[in-house]
């Protein structure tokens, strides 16, 4: 038995303080990216902030979305595998099929203010269980396969900071059949008949 198909998200922050290299590339090339996009909404010079840029000029609603390009043959080079996110033996293990950038803050004239994250949703997978903060889980839905009783590849991956079930589907519950062969009903779902 499983306790659902699962989706999960890691949001990665990238900040000055940021240590990997991929993460110092991301880093620096969304910061010019923002500095450049932010001279054409903000040709004045009246704002310092992207909250500032956002709240006070209207055609930089797109001003996250233009600053995300730079990151995307970053994102690319991960070849589709989350980063941080490893299995017990310390590997990177976690596919993802999309994922969303987000400016937290950024500053024209202080580069070290400048902060964003990438949301990575993960592809599906089947939610064995949790033992000792780990999920144990399996690429898919294969859910079917266990329920009958067939070998499932699993993977093991700890709860951690960042990382979160961002949808579930449980399995559908199954009515329980009565001694006297009618099925039990919910209150709630016996008036809606009645």
């Given at each position: 038995m499983t306790k659902g198909l699962i989706q999960l998200c890691y949001r990665k922050i990238i900040d000055a303080d940021s240590q990997k290299i991929w993460d110092k590339y991301v880093f620096d090339d969304t910061y010019m990216e923002f500095f450049m996009q932010a001279q054409t909404y903000n040709q004045e010079g009246k704002y310092r902030t992207f909250q500032e840029i956002s709240e006070n000029v209207?055609?930089?609603?797109?001003?996250?979305?233009?600053?995300?390009?730079?990151?995307?043959?970053?994102?690319?080079?991960?070849?589709?595998?989350?980063?941080?996110?490893?299995?017990?033996?310390?590997?990177?293990?976690?596919?993802?099929?999309?994922?969303?950038?987000?400016?937290?803050?950024?500053?024209?004239?202080?580069?070290?203010?400048?902060?964003?994250?990438?949301?990575?949703?993960?592809?599906?997978?089947?939610?064995?269980?949790?033992?000792?903060?780990?999920?144990?889980?399996?690429?898919?839905?294969?859910?079917?396969?266990?329920n009958r009783g067939e070998e499932v590849e699993t993977e093991m991956i700890a709860l951690q900071p960042f990382l979160n079930i961002s949808s579930v589907i449980f399995p559908a519950a199954k009515p329980v059949l009565i001694p006297n062969g009618e099925f039990l009903t919910s209150t709630a779902e016996s008036e809606i008949n009645s």
């Amino acid at each position: 038995m499983t306790k659902g198909l699962i989706q999960l998200c890691y949001r990665k922050i990238i900040d000055a303080d940021s240590q990997k290299i991929w993460d110092k590339y991301v880093f620096d090339d969304t910061y010019m990216e923002f500095f450049m996009q932010a001279q054409t909404y903000n040709q004045e010079g009246k704002y310092r902030t992207f909250q500032e840029i956002s709240e006070n000029v209207p055609a930089a609603k797109n001003l996250t979305y233009l600053v995300s390009t730079a990151a995307f043959n970053y994102i690319r080079q991960l070849k589709d595998v989350v980063p941080d996110i490893v299995n017990v033996y310390g590997k990177l293990c976690l596919p993802f099929n999309r994922f969303k950038f987000e400016i937290i803050d950024s500053d024209v004239k202080d580069k070290a203010g400048h902060k964003v994250a990438i949301y990575f949703y993960s592809d599906p997978l089947t939610w064995i269980d949790t033992l000792d903060g780990k999920l144990l889980i399996a690429y898919g839905d294969k859910r079917e396969a266990i329920n009958r009783g067939e070998e499932v590849e699993t993977e093991m991956i700890a709860l951690q900071p960042f990382l979160n079930i961002s949808s579930v589907i449980f399995p559908a519950a199954k009515p329980v059949l009565i001694p006297n062969g009618e099925f039990l009903t919910s209150t709630a779902e016996s008036e809606i008949n009645s």
